[in-house]
């Protein structure tokens, strides 16, 4: 059995689809933090069967919670303070979203003005797709 020890203060992103974390990791910029993470990977799920758990101990404002959301809004965050879950928090998905995804299209501003920043919106939210506010280029494929 495998045994990671509690954290103080700080949270831990439950739910994680199983093989996503090092990802979630990476785009959350976790590799640029002063702090201890432990990722767990394809944890025992009853609901999944498998899942992935990331604990990360540091201030819960590091955290982007609408670059979480935009890539699995089904994870749990659970903030945690003096060792207990003080909050939950459901995410959902972003209506906006900045330079998590970068447009295609080659006609697009963006691939002329490369300081733009790369804008999707959320057109269908039962599709889970994004636009480009620019050109309304589809992106509609999770990370």
Sequence with gaps: MLNVG???EGFVLDHIEAGKSLSIYHHLQLDK???PVAIIKNARSNKKGKKDILKVECDIDTLDLD????????ITVNVIKDGEIVDKKE?????????????????CITSI???LPHIFVLSDEKK??????YCEEKYGKRL
């Design 91 to 107: 995410l959902a998905l972003p209506k906006e979203i900045r330079n998590i995804i970068k447009c295609k299209n080659p006609r």
């Design 6 to 8: 509690k954290i103080e």
């Design 128 to 133: 889970e797709i994004y636009r480009c506010k």
């Design 67 to 74: 670059v979480l959301a935009f890539i699995d809004h089904n």
């Design 113 to 115: 003005e490369q300081e």
């Design 33 to 35: 933090l002063d702090c």
